[in-house]
């Protein structure tokens, strides 16, 4: 059974940088398209960065380039959230989730999910 675990979430100033981890467990990583969404309430869940096991197909929202980097260990089977300059508008629960569609950006396109972890920007 596929598990994906987040954890690296919390409390930061305006500003300030977190990096999120998601361990991922029970099926082969490198067939896998792996990323980040997040959802604030009210609101749809929506794409923040994706890739696959070699980097060689990577995606990111539309204005997070720059402040958001998306990397992995594969010996891990971890992928990171790397995010820096954060914003009040950051702030949201942060998914990893999973798809077996290479390049897939649409929430409805990913069949595995974390149960978030919850980023703050606050002063």
């Known amino acids: 059974q596929m598990q994906l675990v987040e954890s690296g979430g919390g409390l930061v100033q305006p500003g300030g940088s977190l990096r999120l981890s998601c361990a991922i467990s029970g099926r082969d990583f490198r067939n896998l398209y792996t990323g980040w969404f997040r959802q604030t309430p009210g609101k749809d869940r929506e794409f923040v960065s994706a890739?696959?096991?070699?980097?060689?197909?990577?995606s990111i929202r539309d204005g997070l380039q720059g402040r958001f980097t998306i990397s992995s260990d594969n010996a891990k089977n971890t992928i990171y959230l790397q995010m820096t300059r954060l914003k009040p508008e950051d702030t949201a629960v942060y998914y990893c989730?999973?798809?077996?569609?290479?390049?897939?950006?649409?929430?409805?396109?990913?069949?595995?999910w974390g149960l978030g972890t919850q980023v703050t920007v606050s002063s």
């Open positions: 989730a999973a798809s077996t569609t290479l390049g897939a950006t649409m929430a409805s396109q990913y069949e595995f």
């Open positions: 890739k696959n096991w070699d980097g060689l197909y990577t």
